[in-house]
């Protein structure tokens, strides 16, 4: 069974930072894309990050809102993923999820399993 | 970016109805669409793939359908075991959206 958790959040003044941790089980890792997917409060999910799997190197993509600003890592041999966040925003306030991804058969990746979530609050 | 537009916002329906969301992207994304089902405080979930792929394990009284820039979502004998607010997502191009929801209660 796929086992995602999130960890990590919690409350940060506006311009500070905080790393993310997700800790996967249940799969081989190092083959599925891995995402971050933010959740403001009343808010639909917004994209933030990806990387990529082992075999296309670990390669990242991002969100304009965050480019610059978050940096999204993956450490395959302790299963993990991690969500670096610096000059954080009060419009950051949200509860993240990690995400894996899955090829389909037309070779696009869509968000099939998810963490429980941990919030982040930016607030002075 | 793509944007994602749902209807109706919300919607109220009897046990044993059948209900219908749709989604209209803002350009064709094929069929590089995904439904998920979130209920409050839980993190979503994915039902359909594809735009009419079940995932394994969600109960076929869901299904999707379409292609290009519309879709929909109908899930039949709707049960209180439903309730929850429905996105539609497309995974087309980066970045992936999220359309803004459909609230789905019980009369």
């Known amino acids: 069974e796929v086992h995602l958790v999130e960890s990590g959040g919690g409350l940060v003044q506006p311009g500070g930072c905080l790393r993310l941790s997700c800790a996967a089980s249940g799969f081989t890792f190092s083959d599925y894309y891995m995402d971050w997917v933010r959740q403001a409060p009343g808010k639909r999910p917004e994209w933030v990050g990806r990387a990529r799997d082992r075999a296309n190197s670990h390669t990242t993509e991002y969100a304009a809102s965050v480019k610059g600003r978050f940096t999204v890592s993956r450490d395959d041999s302790k299963n993990s993923l991690y969500l670096q966040m610096n000059s954080l925003k009060t419009e950051d306030t949200a509860v993240y999820y990690c995400?894996?991804?899955?090829?389909?058969?037309?070779?696009?990746?869509?968000?099939?399993?998810w963490g429980q979530g941990t919030l982040v609050t930016v607030s002075s | 970016d793509i944007q994602m537009t749902q209807s109706p916002s919300s919607l109220s329906a009897s046990v044993g109805d059948r209900v219908t969301i749709t989604c209209r992207a803002s350009?064709?994304?094929?069929?590089?669409l995904a439904w998920f089902q979130q209920k409050p405080g839980r993190a979503p979930k994915c039902l359909i793939f594809?735009?009419?792929s079940l995932k394994s394990e969600v109960p076929s009284k869901f299904s999707g359908s379409g292609s290009g820039t519309d879709f929909t979502l109908t899930i039949n004998n709707l049960q209180p075991e439903d309730v929850a607010t429905y996105y539609c997502?497309?995974?087309?191009?980066?970045?992936?959206?999220f359309g803004g929801g459909t609230k789905l209660e019980i009369k």
């Open positions: 995400a894996r991804s899955s090829r389909d058969s037309s070779g696009h990746y869509n968000f099939d399993n």
């Open positions: 350009q064709g994304i094929t069929n590089y």
């Open positions: 997502q497309h995974y087309d191009t980066y970045p992936p959206t």
């Open positions: 594809a735009a009419s």
